[in-house]
């Protein structure tokens, strides 16, 4: 995409506005509406963003350990950079365009906190060895009948479902709720996020959306517009999603499952092999490996939050070690057999609270890690994986995870030694933050007894 065929666009769709963002270490869209004169000088040359962006949590708390910005810097601008390539027409919004931008250094190199420019570099890791990345990422939702003022105002205890029951798979409650899934669906697809499937899972008023596959980039980018699109198309109609992972005890977790594959510069899947047992192929045992190898280490990068780590429990099907099997839900990694177009490998350790672009980038560099080493899989897990005594047991808490990452000499090598520095000060952050809170459990079980 380039400017004068951008400008044809415009013309065409009768554009008068143009939405700009880029995303925070959190997953967070941190953006802003410019004019066309405005958005054209920032297509040419970039443009100035605060970036404090980086330097604050999810909740615009600053933190008080980063090094990439802070009190003594003043919080200066960073450079934006436009991506040409994401323009998008918001469906929702008449006449508005939408672009992500990359966020760089004076020197034009990637900015050690952008998470979508460390899934650029990955996936310019995987070119420079012959392969292209595919990716599919299934996330699941839970909707309630309430609005941001009255989850709030609830303490987002004791919110109304959609639904009641447990209806997974319901034919039933999709088709009572048809107005807006099809709504969704639609809006979505005419934003250039197309979903292969949709259905209800297990519990009162939750969704699954399987999204069509795509290159690396440009599913990481789908799934992170879904979740903002979704909150902001259900919003109009007076309902509110949320990605937490886990956000009843007594109810499922949400998954944010990962579905890849790597193909070759000649359109071949690279994980498949007739000639091999099963089918996969050296290269695709190898990319498996990784993946297990560095799993323990990596952890805090495919789950971010305190609450992920509550997903983490026995007697569901969230991994709690690292383990593989041929079509096992109850492993951390599932092999698919799907013959050449299909063969794949379904990441299940995600939650649905992830950074797209920090798991997916997370997956692919891990996966090439094993291609480079040339690494064997340890046996596939059958039955219950998380009754296999040898696997290599997952960290339970985010600190045990964060302080995992900060030992790793892999992730700094495949991922970045900024980009770990600055994430794991960010996990460190959250960390403490939830180890000083008082929480309704302990006011529950100490207020008067104690």
Known sequence: ????????????????????????????????????????????????FCDVIFGWDIGDVLYDNAKVTGWDTGYPDTHARVDLDSFRVIPYEPKTAAFLVDFVMPDGSAHPACPRSLLKKVVADAKARGYSATFACELEFWIFKETPESAAAKGYRAMTPLSPGMFGYSWLREGQNAEWVHELWDTLAAYGIPIEGFHTETGPGVYEAALRYQDALRMADNAALFKVATKEILSRRGLMPTFMAKWAADMPGSSGHLHQSLWTDAGKNAFYDASKDGGFSDVARSYLAGQLALMPELTALYAPTVNAYKRYVPGVWAPLTATWGLENRTCAIRAIRGGEKGTRYEYRQ?????????????CLASGLHGIDQKLSPPPESRGDASATGSAAALPRTLREAKDRLAQSDAAKRILGEGFVDHYVRTRDWEARQFERAVTEWELRRY????
């Open 447 to 450: 207020f008067e007894g104690i």
């Open 350 to 362: 995600t939650a649905a609270d992830i950074n797209p672009y920090v798991a997916i980038a997370t």
């Open 1 to 48: 995409m380039d400017i004068p065929t951008l400008r044809e666009a415009f013309r065409d769709k009768d554009i008068q506005k143009v939405k700009v963002g880029g995303y925070d270490i959190d997953g967070v869209l941190r953006g802003k509406y410019v004019s066309l004169e405005k958005f054209w000088s920032a297509a040419e040359s970039g443009f100035g």
